[in-house]
């Protein structure tokens, strides 16, 4: 069986996304897989919550006296909203550090609003408007725990990293662990779609308390997460504790899972050309799929089931729509 997510102009498919996806139990066991579950893809940002939980696990995020809201933000791939920037300064202020501390480069909010806010304003985008602020607030964090010196905490064997490796050689089982380096500079994995599906199982396991501790971050602080219009941000909120889900660059993702009967199951998804668009739709199809989602969770969600296509006039053009084909 494959997944398809074909976009259509008028009523023809004009292009179409393949899609691979794994989904794991509380075992370990693949109990769905479409395409390859050792397809190997770099988990980009879905590795942020395990990112944060070194810092958590360490005593970094207590030591610095950050708060839910600020742990959430360091699992985040943010708009670069007020909220998100307030709180990464926060952050840092608790820190002791400013924004020449970052590592991760400066790019313009993604939220539309927010960077026209800022042109008007005739102010200079800043770290804090990057994506990955609180995931490099919570690197810096770790820094200092450890008592060692910021400068380079991106690097491959600054202590900060090695950290973070440590814990994810024993969350993935894995002693060879294959890096490269992320958009923000710093570190990321290459590892198999099974093997990110049991990376988000161990976050719902409830198993981990650093996990748990960000699993729930996440959970009651979803706009943290992303923000304003975005999926894993509107995910979360419907799913009020059951499920959290973290995207990745290059149209990868997690979803973490846990149903009625406490049971946990973790899924991976990966839009195999890389297209953001056809990501959420995938992985409300595959959750609906495995009846992971109950029918008031998909109303709630449904504008990302079979999201409407419009010309600049606002005339629909088409759609964009799931497909299981075998």
Known sequence: MQIYCKVTRGNHVESQHLIYAVAVNEGGKIIFSTGDPDYQTCIRSSLKPFQAAASVHAGAVK??????EELALMCASHNGEEIHVKTAKSM????????DHYECGIHAPYDKESKIALLHKKKDYSPFDN???GKHAGMLALAKHLGVKPAGY???????QKTIFDLLRIYSGQ???VTAIDGCSAPTLFMSLHGIALLFQKLASGQYPELEEVYQAMAHHPYLVAGRNRFDTDFIKVMTGKAITKVGGEAVRGVAFRNKNGETFGLALKVLDGNQRANPVATMAVLDHL???EEED???LKDYRNPKLFNLRKIQTGNISAHFEN
Do not use: R, Y
Not at 92 to 99: I, Q, T
């Open 92 to 99: 840092m202020n608790k820190l002791g550090f400013s924004k």
């Open 298 to 300: 998909l109303a709630g």
């Open 63 to 68: 030591s610095s006296g950050f708060t839910d």
């Open 131 to 133: 994506n990955c602020s």
């Open 154 to 160: 991106t690097n491959c064997d600054h202590p900060v």
């Open 291 to 293: 009846k992971f989602i």
């Open 175 to 177: 002693n060879e662990i």
